[in-house]
């Protein structure tokens, strides 16, 4: 008896794992009012400017190429433009790295300029190989024909590009007008874009940089820009990059999306960004910008920034908007934003502790000052009180604080 009712039991229990267990529905974080900022622990709103300042120096320090934490691979690629060099480079401005690459670029590119039909100029992508000697002597040959190649003898450096990554075709979009060398006159001219298309930066034999972009064209290129985009790039290894970037885009019908990370790391030392955005709603005659209208429902921006002692983290949530629309028309009414109506749910925190928070609909209240927001809940600390206002208060607060003039 005993021994059936131990299998019985077990049989049970084995059952009763098989069940299906029930999904829990996720909770969606903008109905979760943000915890306010404590006085003591929270910053301070007027020790902002001064937290903005320190996060600077600790920036600056860190991409500093003198930093004797400095990457080695970086530290040997920035070496490279330094004075002297083909490509001189401020060393106390790294951030002059990928616009000394792009003036040069520029400085050697043979793009053609195609008449089509009789008033048309096309504005072709660089092709050929450029070779500038130890005497700073340039030379072209035509190959390839789908990339653009620039060497630098003295510094032992080359730039392939290559346009057409897997045979992909390239597109031509308005670009003003240019000079038409053939009739002395300006004409409109188109440039050509790459949809999908790679760089690398190679020193000696070790790839140094590099980058892919693809794109998505859409119907609405010339309008309102692509319907989908992405962009990578890295410096200093392809493995464990110490510097990289990280962007996409995409605009459907019914959600716009952006994203961005940006890493930047020493041999101790690290400093990133990091900010996502999703918008939902819908788009009206995107390829007419005269009467293209978007209408958004709701959005969630989330972003965190760091570096060393000192982290941001924003998060924005918008629901149910409504009476909201991105036109020309709407734009440039009295009072735009009179009868938008909606919930916010937003928090700013420092160093994992709450800095400011923002809960509540939208809608205008029981006041007539036709500005919406005034039942929004927004507390942060000030001179060691907690502050509780409204969206329109906070505002005129915060900036009499930051602009006070």
């Not at 308005?174 to 999908?196: D, F």
């Not at 001179?383 to 915060?398: S, Y």
Request: with cysteine.
């Amino acid at each position: 008896m005993k021994r059936t009712l131990a299998v019985l039991t077990v049989f049970s229990l084995l059952l009763a794992a098989c069940r299906p267990q029930p999904v829990p529905t996720p909770i969606d974080p903008a109905t979760v009012e943000p915890v306010a900022p404590v006085v003591g622990q929270a910053l301070e709103v007027q020790q902002i400017p001064g937290t903005v300042e320190s996060a600077a120096k600790q920036l600056n320090a860190l991409l500093d190429p003198n930093n004797p934490d400095i990457d080695p691979d970086l530290k040997a690629l920035l070496a490279v433009f330094g004075p002297g060099s083909a490509m001189p480079l401020d060393l106390k401005q790294p951030t002059q790295l990928g616009r000394s690459l792009v003036q040069n670029f520029a400085a050697h590119a043979r793009g053609q300029l195609q008449v089509q039909g009789v008033t048309t100029l096309k504005q072709t992508l660089p092709t050929g190989t450029t070779t500038v000697d130890r005497t700073g002597r340039s030379t072209y040959q035509s190959t390839p024909a789908d990339g653009y190649v620039i060497i630098f003898e003295a510094q032992n450096l080359r730039v392939d590009v290559k346009w057409k990554v897997g045979g992909a075709a390239t597109v031509f979009v308005p670009a003003g007008m240019a000079y038409n060398p053939s009739t002395g006159q300006w004409s409109p001219a188109e440039q050509e874009l790459p949809t999908n298309a790679s760089a690398t930066l190679t020193r000696g034999t070790q790839a140094a940089a590099g980058a892919t972009f693809t794109m998505t064209p859409g119907e609405c290129l010339s309008a309102l820009g692509p319907t989908a985009l992405s962009f990578n790039a890295w410096a200093g290894r392809a493995v464990n990059s110490p510097a990289a970037l990280k962007l996409n885009y995409a605009w459907t019908d019914a959600n716009i999306s952006l994203s961005g990370d940006a890493l930047y790391t020493t041999t101790k030392q690290k400093a990133s960004l990091s900010a996502k955005l999703d918008v939902r709603g819908t788009t009206v005659n995107r390829c007419t910008p005269a009467t293209f209208a978007f209408r958004p429902t709701r959005a969630d921006l989330t972003a965190s920034a760091e570096v060393p002692s000192h982290k941001l983290d924003l998060a924005l949530y918008l629901r149910d908007l409504s009476n909201l629309e991105f036109s020309a028309d709407a734009l440039n009414a009295q009072n735009p934003l009179a009868k938008v109506g909606g919930t916010v749910n937003g928090r700013l925190s420092f160093n994992g502790r709450s800095l400011l928070t923002a809960f509540g609909p939208l809608a205008d209240g029981a006041d007539t000052n036709l500005q919406p927001g005034d039942q929004v809940k927004v507390k942060y600390v000030q001179d060691g009180k907690l502050v509780e206002t409204d969206l329109p208060g906070a505002l005129d607060g915060l900036g009499t604080l930051f602009l006070p003039y």
